[in-house]
């Protein structure tokens, strides 16, 4: 079945890593999106990508990067300079075209807890 | 901040329609209404979307009142399972200025009894 796929579903992370979210889909979308969404909260817009090698800053990137080298791989870094990482983390992709509609669609989410 | 308004929470028993409503007076001409659910620990799932008129799918209906000042999401059959929280969105389909906008307000918890 086509969808959208994360891995790990939990990971830890000492103080000073580095760490890497996976996301891949194969639903054919044009345009990937991650979020990071808090306990309680609604989600905020990390980074997203339209088109393949080309990405754009959402309203929280600091701290992290991101790269497109494929159309169905979107992964994600969280870096040593987020200050507070831990979070639950979700990707996203969508079609991206006038006539077709844009309907975002999310993965199952990554756990991330800085120990 | 979300532009739209709904209860905080909201029961229903099994096998009976579960009637979401959610309140967006300040909606725009161009703007879709848009309702996900996310169990918890789990991704936001897709639902059911609209602009004017009444959809329906494999899920869900959509009803949109005439002056799209608010919206109902009908699950006509809950189960143990549709025990989630129910975001309803509004958003502009398309335009670069609001890509990968999802404002999420604080939802409505729907508890499905047996």
């Known amino acids: 079945d086509g969808g959208i796929t994360q891995s790990p579903k939990y990971l830890f992370r000492k103080e000073g890593q580095n760490v890497t979210l996976s996301c891949e889909q194969n639903?054919?979308?044009?345009?990937m999106y991650w979020y990071r969404q808090d306990p309680g909260q609604g989600l905020r817009l990390i980074y997203y990508s339209q088109i393949v090698n080309d990405f754009q800053k959402g309203d929280i990137a600091e701290g992290y990067s991101v790269s497109r080298e494929k159309k169905e791989s979107f992964p994600l870094t969280v870096t040593s300079a987020q200050k507070n990482p831990t979070a639950f983390y979700l990707c996203?992709?969508?079609?991206?075209?006038?006539?077709?509609?844009?309907?975002?669609?999310f993965g199952e989410g990554s756990w991330l807890t800085v120990v | 901040d979300a532009k739209t308004t709904q209860p905080t929470s909201m029961d229903c028993a099994e096998g009976r329609a579960a009637n979401l409503p959610c309140n967006h007076s300040?909606?725009?001409?161009?703007?879709?209404v848009y309702w996900y659910r996310q169990i918890h620990s789990q991704g936001p799932q897709y639902i059911i979307h609209?602009?004017?008129n009444n959809e329906t799918n494999e899920m869900a209906s959509l009803i949109i009142t005439e002056d799209r000042k608010s919206s109902t999401l009908i699950l006509p059959h809950a189960t143990l399972r549709d025990t989630a929280v129910y975001y309803c969105i509004v958003r502009v389909q398309h335009g670069s200025s609001n890509t990968g906008k999802l404002i999420f307000g604080q939802g409505t918890t729907l508890q499905v009894k047996p």
């Open positions: 300040t909606i725009s001409g161009n703007e879709y």
């Open positions: 996203a992709s969508s079609i991206v075209g006038r006539n077709s509609g844009n309907t975002i669609y």
């Open positions: 639903l054919n979308h044009d345009a």
């Open positions: 609209g602009l004017k």
